[in-house]
């Protein structure tokens, strides 16, 4: 009896499994896209991260790769030096510079760099290791690959002569680990191993320079992964090790030489970590072993436990532009196809939530470099990097605005970890107090990308554009403490460096000497080294405007106060050139070079609409024409390289409420700079980078609210066609939630959630036909030039319904 009873429960048992097995779907994620063609290279891979760790996965169904990643993973090439005393030749470099001689000026920190040794450059960030899972090749019935935005989970499912199986990969939020699940309706045999990223042959002495060996083994519940790095400087990275723990429900496994062998099992889970390294004599996998074994064995626990995090930032904001449901449902190679032509409403929503993901996924322990988080190549472009003068900007661009701010502390503690070496910068590089931020750094703050031509030693914006992400977080979340503690104090040591910096000419005005336009230079000088660069001046300006606004909320500093209003007072004047386009160097005999990818000119308007310029026709007219000369520059080159001076150009039109053209720069960004595997690039079809992943988003909400602390505009820059839509979640200026904002032909539904009790003035698109508060209808008498005082309570639901004229 008891042999009947064990002999029906295995019957039973098996019967659910194969059931279970059997429901494996080709279905498409609600927020998500579906491929249907494997990557061709690392860069179209499916996509996953946790900010820390992160996944990228490619390669065809029966012999996949997986390349991971992690965040601290800067190979230690370089012994931080201090930095070159450029401060020492400052007059020599300016006299040079007032003559004209700008070439002979741009040798002068080189000169510097040789005469003291300074050798180094930026230390790399690199892959971690790849796993491979290998399966016997059968001829495929179906494919998809697929990644869903709200879960996180990349997944690939095929259908062969022996069945249908599924493979499902997520970085953990809540565990710190990667996640794999394989499961299949039929029994599933195949290789697991970790490996070292291939080599390509001009690689192999950058690799012998930094690595001392790498060593995979294979046990049979563990594989591992061990790194040692040729180069151990003080409180630098030795190496860095990685474990993956290997659970079978069924089947057998055998270790085979570094790989383990698994036959007939009925499912496979795997659970990685890594960690880095800084002393290579404790290795730290035995204590990553225990932690694995710690977890729970139920992928759907811990993807749960994941998803309660992740999509708690995903879910905060949704587009819908009213798309074709059938463009909706086609696969992102027909989607990126079809764009080709026109530029679906299907497309530019999908962007949109990839954008976001992908920003989520990359931000943790630090803020997203040109790669976000990701890496399938050991020599990647610029090094991987983080790039102030552009690139890093764009890609932190919208994660306040789409209601995620607390990323914004991956990147606020990056620089803050890196104050001691950013004060040595400014007072070795230029003689001065405060900060200097460079314009390249890695995994410490020197300076240490410049030459003859890219004389970057010479821009002196960077920290000032960061400390308007500090103040810029004040503004969204009204944290006091954080303005306080942490974005004022910055802010102060920002400004710190353009009082002891600019120096006055004859007519009382600063001088900005050096300067630097990034990447450009005059069209009648060969050189980048210059004086007054506009994207200088417009930097000051509003680094003092913010930090008498900030002293004021904090009723600090009066005499500081004072002398920022009088500094403002003495910066050279916004000019219209001979062109009639926004001049980029303030300085006299400096002419125009219009054809170029850089829009650094228009700083002023990236982040919000500078009244200097909104207020001043003449200038707004020049900024107009611009965007207009920038734009044909683009269609043009068909797009060209560097997407994130196209956020920076469709920001700059929404702000100036220029809705067509910066749609143009929607659908520049939206059809011509995403993989098959919706990751974004920096160039028309190649480069993977993440600029535009965060660059997108913000250009789009900026186009359908903006807001300051006391104002809210609704759809500012709305293009015809986008006549229908609804914007879900949004975080304006003031902690106001902009929970809905719908719209259709001449009527709007918003509705407002407010932090904190206050009131803005709303302002409308149009005239207004009728306007109604919680059902309620406002006298007409009280909207003046479309605009309306609105009163919002604190954390109470208001809900405006507008008829337009």
């Keep these: 009896m008891m042999k009947f009873r064990l002999s029906l429960l295995f019957f039973l048992t098996t019967l659910f499994t194969n059931l279970c097995a059997q429901t494996i779907p080709f279905t498409a994620p609600a927020r998500g896209f579906v491929s249907t063609a494997p990557a061709s290279n690392w860069s179209h891979a499916l996509l996953s991260g946790n900010g820390t760790l992160a996944a990228m996965v490619m390669g065809q169904p029966h012999a996949e790769t997986l390349i991971f990643s992690q965040a601290d993973l800067y190979i230690p090439l370089n012994e931080p030096k201090t930095p070159i005393n450029q401060g020492s030749r400052m007059e020599e470099i300016r006299k040079l510079l007032l003559e004209g001689k700008g070439e002979t000026a741009a040798r002068i920190p080189v000169d510097q760099r040789n005469k003291e040794g300074f050798d180094i450059g930026r230390d790399p960030y690199i892959p971690a290791f790849d796993m491979h899972i290998d399966q016997q090749a059968l001829n495929l019935k179906k494919y998809q690959r697929s990644v869903n935005f709200e879960t996180g989970e990349a997944m690939v499912t095929w259908a062969d002569e022996k069945g249908t199986f599924e493979r499902r990969v997520f970085v953990s939020r809540a565990d710190s680990v990667i996640v794999i699940s394989i499961k299949g309706n039929a029994k599933i045999s195949t290789t697991l191993d970790f490996a070292q990223r291939p080599i390509e042959a001009e690689q192999a002495d950058f690799v012998k320079t930094g690595v001392a060996e790498a060593k995979a083994t294979a046990e049979p519940d563990f594989l591992t992964f061990q790194c040692k790095f040729k180069n151990h400087y003080k409180d630098g990275l030795q190496g860095y090790e990685g474990a993956g723990r290997v659970l079978l429900k069924g089947g057998k496994v055998e270790v085979v030489g570094q790989k383990l062998q698994i036959t007939d099992a009925d499912e496979i889970l795997v659970l990685i970590q890594i960690k880095p390294s800084k002393n290579w004599s404790q290795s730290k996998l035995a204590a990553m072993k225990a932690q694995l074994n710690d977890l729970s064995t139920d992928y759907s626990v811990l993807r749960d436990r994941h998803v309660s995090i992740h999509n708690k930032l995903f879910s905060r904001s949704r587009l819908h532009l009213n798309a074709d449901p059938a463009s909706g449902q086609l696969n992102s190679e027909a989607l990126l196809a079809q764009s080709k032509t026109s530029v679906p409403a299907a497309l530019i929503e999908k962007v949109y939530d990839a954008g976001r993901y992908n920003i989520i996924s990359a931000m943790g322990k630090n803020p997203p470099n040109l790669q976000g988080i990701w890496s399938g190549t050991w020599t990647a472009p610029w090094s991987a990097d983080f790039t102030h003068d552009g690139n890093l900007p764009a890609a932190i661009a919208s994660v306040l605005s789409s209601n995620m701010p607390e990323l914004m502390d991956a990147y606020f503690r990056y620089l803050e970890d890196k104050m001691p070496t950013f004060r040595e910068n400014a007072r070795l590089l230029y003689g001065a107090e405060g900060i200097h931020i460079p314009a390249h750094t890695s995994n410490n703050g020197l300076d240490t990308d410049f030459g003859e031509i890219w004389c970057l030693t010479y821009w002196t914006g960077a920290a000032g554009w960061a400390a308007d992400f500090f103040y810029d977080y004040y503004q969204y979340t009204q944290n006091r403490e954080f303005l306080k503690s942490r974005a004022y104090p910055f802010m102060k040591e920002a400004a710190a460096f353009y009082e002891s910096f600019l120096t006055t000419g004859p007519d009382g005005k600063y001088i900005f000497n050096p300067s630097y336009s990034p990447e450009n230079n005059p069209a009648n000088a060969k050189s980048q080294a210059v004086i007054n660069a506009t994207m200088d001046v417009m930097i000051a300006r509003q680094l003092l405007n913010n930090c008498i606004a900030a002293a004021k909320t904090l009723a600090l500093d009066a005499p500081k106060v004072k002398l920022w209003t009088e500094m403002l007072s003495k910066m050279p ?32 308007l990236y982040n919000k609409a500078d009244s200097a310029i909104t207020g001043n026709p003449a200038l707004l007219a020049a900024v107009n024409k611009t965007i207009d000369g920038k734009m044909k520059f683009r269609e043009d080159e068909g797009g060209g390289e560097m997407s994130f001076g196209l956020v920076q150009l469709g920001l700059a039109a929404a702000h100036i409420g220029e809705a067509e053209k910066a749609k143009t720069a929607v659908d520049f ?137």
Aim: aromatic letters at 8%.
């Design 573 to 604: 004047e916004y000019e219209v050139a001979s062109d009639g386009t926004l001049r980029e160097w303030l300085w006299p005999g400096l002419e125009e070079n219009m054809p170029h990818r850089h829009v650094s000119q228009l700083y002023a």
């Design 669 to 805: 960004l939206s059809s011509k700079y995403w993989s098959t595997g919706m990751g974004s690039f920096h160039n028309v079809g190649e480069l993977f980078n993440t600029d535009i992943s965060g660059g997108l988003p913000a250009v789009i909400l900026e186009m359908l609210v903006y807001s300051e602390q006391d104002m809210i505009k609704l759809l500012p820059a709305l293009p015809k066609a986008w006549n229908k839509g609804k914007l879900e979640g949004a975080l304006l200026r003031g902690n106001i939630q902009l929970q809905q904002l719908e719209w259709a032909d001449k009527r709007i539904k918003v509705t407002l959630r407010s932090g904190v009790r206050r009131q803005v003035n709303l302002v409308m698109p149009a005239e207004v036909e009728q306007l109604k508060i919680n059902g309620f209808t406002v006298s007409n008498n009280r909207i003046k030039d479309r605009k309306f005082l609105l009163n919002l309570p604190q954390t109470r639901e208001v809900n405006l319904e507008i008829t337009l004229k």
